[in-house]
């Protein structure tokens, strides 16, 4: 393993991605994957996710050995230090520098993943020293609705260039992350190892990540304001309030799953539960009644056409 990982502007999404590769990292070194006779592996950590073996299986020089966080201000700088360190083993390595530290570490990084908000991602990279810190560099960006020829325009022309839309669950390896297409070989697979370490990771192109930003960016929380809504009906008929959590949170987590990984569709997976006359078919018309189908379609929407403008000058 042998190269240096910058995260800049390391706030929710670049602990979750951080967290997520330390943590396959370890289970990589702890516990290597065995053949499983069908020219696979499994990952011995456990983990559901199929990608999971892609990353086990990744060649050493396509994985980081190094990482350096950077953030704008000291008490951020050590709330983060607390964090990686809570993390222990590898988490403990990673060096978190505060103030204006971006330039000297993209000068020691081989990779270096941008992770600040939209609107200061051309800041950080037209930063006086920047341009020579970062050529030849391969630059990663998971600012929503900053697009290619914008990053581009900011940096040098022999740096390469890629987004990705990656999602809070990386932080327990079960993320869902989208990059765009690019042509190196090395370098697509030096971007499988990052993200398949977080869960699973898809190439898209650039066209449809205003939509990948909705619907898996923001996802995470339209399924959290549902999985609060179930709890709560689960307590309203007196289920106590950690049993309903954990009965919505499992119900949420298992049907997800059924489509993943048994191919189903979501009508076949809802008429499998729906029998005549039954109660799960009530509730379904009440649902349908208060309009939630369209709602959380239209609500993909709306955060659709909302990405499209962050990062963009409003002038």
Known sequence: MGYTLAVLGCGTMGVAILSGVLSSLESRLAAPAQPNGTGTHEPASGISTPTASMFLDAPDETLPSKFIATVGREETGRKLRKVFAALGGRGESVEVRAGKGNVGAVSEADVVLICS????????????????AISGKLVISICAGVTLSQLRSWVPKDTEVVRAMPNTPCKIREGMTVVTPLESAHTRAL???????????????????????????SGPAFVALVLEAMADGGVMMGLPRAEALELAAQTIQGTGRMALYAGLHPAQLKDSVTTPGGCTIAGLLTMEDGRVRSTMARAIQVATNHASGLGQDKK
């Not at 908000?117 to 020579?132: D, N, T």
């Open 117 to 132: 908000k939209p609107q200061v991602a051309r800041q950080i990279l037209e930063e006086e020293g920047m341009s020579e």
């Open 191 to 217: 971007l499988l190892a990052i993200f398949t370490s977080c869960g699973r990771c898809r190439f898209l192109d650039e066209k449809h990540f205003d939509a990948c930003t909705a619907l898996a960016g």
